[in-house]
């Protein structure tokens, strides 16, 4: 599975813009789902580049019961 950028997971606040990664996928250096950056370019190459699949338990349980009511 591969992340694309949503408008909808990026938020624009004082400082810039904060990342906030749908279930199922992670920031490659941690586990963490929200990450903030300066700029919108920065957001870009990240996303292209830092995004990986995540197998943690919250969203392996969110997954598990997304498929369930599909």
């Given at each position: 599975?591969?992340?694309?950028?949503?408008?909808?997971?990026?938020?624009?606040?004082?400082?810039?813009?904060?990342?906030?990664?749908?279930y199922?996928?992670?920031?490659?250096?941690?586990?963490?789902?929200?990450?903030?950056?300066?700029?919108?370019?920065?957001?870009?190459?990240?996303a292209?580049?830092?995004?990986?699949?995540?197998?943690c338990?919250?969203?392996?349980?969110?997954?598990?019961?997304?498929?369930?009511?599909?």
């Amino acid at each position: 599975m591969k992340y694309k950028l949503k408008k909808n997971d990026v938020d624009q606040c004082e400082d810039g813009y904060m990342v906030f990664l749908p279930y199922g996928f992670r920031w490659n250096d941690d586990i963490v789902h929200v990450r903030g950056f300066d700029t919108m370019a920065e957001v870009r190459a990240a996303a292209k580049t830092d995004v990986v699949e995540c197998g943690c338990l919250e969203c392996i349980k969110h997954l598990i019961v997304r498929r369930r009511t599909f």
